[in-house]
């Protein structure tokens, strides 16, 4: 997920993550799981997601982008 710049701070992300969770709750998950990008692993490790591994996706350019594989278990 991305929230645009000029909507940040707003609390659209730990929204977005608490309605996420609650909806896979619902269906019997116990664990989320997803891939950060570095601006955004601050905002997971808050909402109560762990680092599991750190690794570069490469884009359809080229370009790699670092990222932070992260999980939680739904409590």
């Known amino acids: 997920m991305f929230v645009r710049s000029d909507w940040t701070r707003r609390g659209l992300g730990t929204r977005i993550l608490e309605a996420c969770e609650a909806a896979a709750k619902d269906e019997g998950f116990r664990m ?44």
């Open 32 to 75: 989320l799981a997803l891939m950060a990008t570095l601006p955004g692993e601050p905002l997971y490790a808050r909402y109560g997601f762990q680092e599991i591994a750190r690794a570069d996706i490469r884009l359809p350019d080229g370009v790699p982008l670092p990222c932070v594989a992260m999980e939680k278990p739904i409590s």
